[in-house]
């Protein structure tokens, strides 16, 4: 009896082990919240990161990252939401980009 008592002991500290390790290691596993592609990575092994310093910069399926220049003077009337009308070499007439 004290033999396998010693054993259920044994068993369960296994078990908690298990489960601790199991939690780390869900901890170093990152995961993007939908599919997508890496665009630029950030940081590199040895650099800091959290939650204000992010390490990869990605792009959801079917999204296009643009570089656009706003004259200065149109500048105030550009902010997050508003729609653009984009010309590019290649394009199509028509486009639209959303900042």
């Known amino acids: 009896p004290e033999t396998i008592k010693a054993a259920d002991?044994?068993?369960r500290q296994a078990q908690s082990a298990l489960e601790q390790a199991q939690w780390r290691?869900?901890?170093r596993v990152l995961t993007a919240p939908s599919p997508g592609r890496v665009n630029d990575v950030i940081r590199y092994p040895g650099d800091t990161a959290g939650p204000t310093a992010p390490v990869i910069s990605m792009l959801p399926d079917g999204a296009v990252k643009l570089s656009v220049y706003v004259p200065e003077s149109?500048?105030?009337s550009v902010e997050v939401g508003t729609l653009?009308?984009?010309h590019c070499d290649?394009?199509?007439s028509g486009v639209?980009?959303?900042?």
């Not at 639209?96 to 900042?99: E, I, L, P, Q, T």
């Open 25 to 27: 290691l869900s901890k």
């Open 74 to 76: 149109a500048f105030s």
């Open 96 to 99: 639209k980009a959303r900042v």
């Open 9 to 11: 002991n044994q068993v």
């Open 90 to 92: 290649g394009c199509g």
């Open 84 to 86: 653009l009308n984009v």
